[in-house]
């Protein structure tokens, strides 16, 4: 298995633009979540997913965030309108469910945003 | 709710002392807990883990016990090297009574190893 795929792997964009980043979760895992980290906040939950219905969502800053899993394999973050305060690694991963032992969380590569 | 605390960094040592990272937890289930290690321009990966209390997760050296009793697990290693120079957090997994499972996360330990 490839892991979990995150793309774009950077993004620069102007203030007020709409951005979409986007995760390909390891195939077979319930479990999706949505972390951003910066320098002065650490790693932050923002949302997550259990058999792609949002299960908890109260990390979201604010409005202009969004996030959808339409299947099982794919779920998308968007900020709308982003920005300069959004600059951050966004990181999704994705678990098991079920057997306590694969209760771990397997990361991707994460995306770094920009806005300028 | 569930939370975890670890010890504020950064954390610098010497090449070949030894390590310990505080880290205490609050759930109200039976969580599994981790270590997760975060090298420079990476996402997060898994160190080690332990499912249940009085377990020892082991890896590349690293290793942690979990202690229901003290609600700990501190992150050791008995001689460090550079290259153990990440970020370092301590981590649990609840199950949620809707089914999934909830990851909960300390705000990370930086350790810096030196010559």
């Known amino acids: 298995d490839a892991g979990v795929i995150q793309s774009p792997r950077h993004e620069v964009t102007e203030m007020g633009q709409e951005v979409t980043l986007r995760c390909k979760p390891i195939?077979?895992?319930?479990?999706l979540f949505w972390y951003r980290q910066t320098m002065m906040r650490g790693l932050e939950l923002l949302i997550y997913?259990?058999?792609?219905?949002?299960?908890?969502d109260s990390g979201m800053p604010e409005d202009r965030f969004s996030a959808k899993m339409p299947n099982a394999s794919f779920s998308t973050l968007k900020i709308q309108p982003s920005e300069p305060r959004d600059s951050a690694v966004y990181f999704c991963?994705?678990?098991?469910?079920?057997?306590?032992?694969?209760?771990?969380?397997?990361f991707g590569q994460g995306t770094r945003l920009t806005v300028v | 709710g569930d939370s975890v605390t670890q010890m504020e960094g950064p954390v610098t040592l010497s090449e070949e002392a030894f390590l310990t990272i505080n880290c205490t937890y609050t759930?109200?289930?039976?969580?599994?807990l981790f270590w997760y290690v975060q090298y420079p321009g990476e996402g997060l990966q898994l160190l080690l883990k332990?499912?249940?209390?009085?377990d020892k997760g082991s890896n590349k050296g690293f290793e942690a016990t979990y202690r229901k009793e003290t609600t700990s697990f501190h992150l050791e290693k008995g001689s460090v090297q550079v290259s153990d120079s990440a970020v370092y957090f301590c981590?649990?997994?609840?199950?949620?009574?809707?089914?999934?499972?909830?990851?909960?996360f300390g705000t990370g330990t930086q350790l810096k190893v030196e010559l």
């Open positions: 332990a499912t249940k209390a009085d």
């Open positions: 991963a994705t678990g098991g469910q079920g057997a306590i032992t694969n209760t771990e969380a397997f």
């Open positions: 195939s077979g895992h319930n479990s």
């Open positions: 759930a109200t289930g039976y969580p599994s």
């Open positions: 981590a649990l997994s609840d199950e949620l009574t809707g089914g999934g499972n909830k990851l909960t």
């Open positions: 997913f259990n058999n792609n219905v949002p299960i908890d």
